[in-house]
């Protein structure tokens, strides 16, 4: 079995954010948007990035994470969903299918990592004019669940490019940040500090499975019980 | 026999019914626009990523619960057989029926893609909660629309067999049922007690499975907790109640019900019964919440009794409980009007309580972020609106083309010479003297 996950090195994150624009251009997300959609908070982020300072001044920390989707083991979301348009598919990915979907947003209420998003506002084509990725991704069924543009009133998130590993799979070519010329994700492939490392979780020699191993590794309000599939090494 | 059936008279088409039918036309037709534009260019209300429910889901819950009202009223008649309920139990079954129609309006005023409802039924998931409501409510709205079909076919028979243009109407309603023989009136007569057996366990299973639409959340803090089940099962008993009185009370004397001495009082003795239990889960949740160290569940209820909404919790308190309990639990204040008003404040305290419960855990994120309280729009306000301006527009015509009392007083006149007359004690202009 496959299971794609990912491995977040902290120690090396830089926060510098470029994992959150690359994801956005990747999977044609539009830009953050007009500034009502920011204030109102409905800008859609698939890897949203998460600062807190911590402590008083001058005993000051910074916690500093992107957050994809977690592509939980367990996950809250799919349970949840009235009509099965978000599942987890044969490869340990959470996706949705666009063109189910009925907009209830259980799913985001069930999500406790806010890792889902709802097409408030009707989509700008303008914004992603000469910069879209034409890549249409459907599953065996044939429902959308790839990055083309999302539709009014549909819940969205990261698919830990979907359509990149697909290719890649069809291709014959080598799936995994740890491979030579190997397929990744967006984010793991944009990382400047090579913090993120993409792989299959059940292959014991892929780099991502032995970093998850790693005494640094944690993952996510573990307490919940939903396992995510992205793990992240702690500052050590 | 059916010759002698007299059809009662429809009510008369006056101003005030003209006012109420024109403006919640009104106010329909400007919801059903906004609708309209809102999926063309997206959603304007409150909510945003992280508050993913706002007014809409609020009253969706609301409703379910004021359906409860009718169930209510016909397990007093037919399980603990208090005969006087008798008289307000059609009338209080027709409420909640436009209660439960009203509830997939909401949902499709909330959905996103509202046309693609269909596939709750092509794709159903079982594990869903939301499929558990569906299925709860069809089965739930379809029992209750057999118990008023068996409760007033009498008068649609005789309704459909007196001249008028509307008797096709009338016709197609007894659903080609026209036996009006003694035998068959009995029979009418059993299945709506049957049903009633039968209607107020579906009623325990609605709302407990509204309930656990949150109850299993387990990541949300002020949503994950078992009492949340029975804490809507009461709630929607007391709003339900409190919806039956409070119409009777305002309208009663409009649509002519037939009620009988005493009924408003004694359903305002059974609401200062009900209240105390509610207060006693809201306080057993708040007591283990705030003597444990839990941060997030007390972080919840800080929010709600000293945050932003504050004042809606106050409020609750004193509309929903204070004010309530103190009109109705003295016999002197638990008059007709007294009960009205209680029944009103009660209402709007039932509402307060679903706000907060489903709003104030959802202003939480579970990783970093600010709190911040999320307001509906005015645009979202209107959608509401329009919803309930047509629950009124169907009640106005409900009761305009169908003499809901008439049933009852017929059954019971109809062993008193003469056939078909009213007795002095129900009529209406008498018993409804406040």
Known sequence: ?236 | METKEVAPPRRRTDWPFLGIVVLASAALAVAAFLRWTELQEGVDAGTSNRVAWGLLVVNYVTFIGLSAGGVIIASLVHILNIKRFKSIATFAELLAVISIVLVPVFIFFDLGRPERAVNLLLYGRIESPLVWTVIVLTTYLAVCLAYLYYGVRRELVSMSKAPGRLQWLYRWMTLGNQDVSPAALARDERVVRRISFFVLPLAVVLHSVTGLIFAVVSAKPGYNTALMPPLFVISAIISGIALVALVIVVAGKRVRLPVEPGVVEELGRILAMLLPILAYLLLMEWTVVFYGTEPAERGVWTFITSGAYAPLFWGLLLCGFIVPLAILVPQRTRTRKGVGVASALIVIGVFLERYLIVEAPLLFPNLPGTVRAAVPTVGEILLVLGVYALGVLLLALATKLFPVGEAYKRLNGAEKPPPGQSLPSHDPGKSDAT
């Open chain 1, 1 to 236: 079995m496959v299971r794609w996950g990912l491995v977040i090195d902290l120690d090396k994150c830089t926060a510098c954010e470029a994992c959150v624009v690359a994801c956005r251009i990747e999977n044609n997300v539009v830009t953050a948007g007009s500034e009502e959609r920011v204030v109102r908070d409905r800008a859609i982020y698939w890897n949203q990035f998460f600062s807190e300072v911590r402590g008083t001044y001058p005993d000051l920390t910074l916690k500093a994470f992107p957050r994809p989707c977690m592509h939980c083991e367990n996950p809250p979301c799919v349970s949840v969903c009235p009509v099965e348009a978000t599942y987890k598919d044969k490869d340990g990915r959470v996706l949705v299918r666009y063109d189910r979907c009925i907009g209830c947003r259980y799913c985001m209420v069930a999500c406790p990592y806010g890792a889902r998003y709802f097409n408030w506002t009707a989509p700008e084509p303008d914004a992603l004019e000469g910069r879209m990725n034409p890549d249409i991704m459907r599953d065996s069924s044939g429902w959308l669940v790839g990055p083309t543009p999302r539709p009014l009133g549909v819940v969205e998130k990261c698919t830990l490019c979907i359509h990149r590993v697909e290719r890649a799979k069809v291709e014959g070519s080598p799936i995994g940040s740890d491979r030579v010329g190997g397929t990744m994700t967006a984010c793991a492939q944009t990382c400047p500090a090579f913090a993120i490392s993409f792989g299959d979780l059940d292959d014991p020699t892929s780099e991502a499975a032995k970093l998850a191993r790693d005494k640094r590794s944690f993952r996510l309000l573990e307490e919940l019980g939903t396992r995510p599939q992205v793990y992240y090494l702690a500052e050590g």
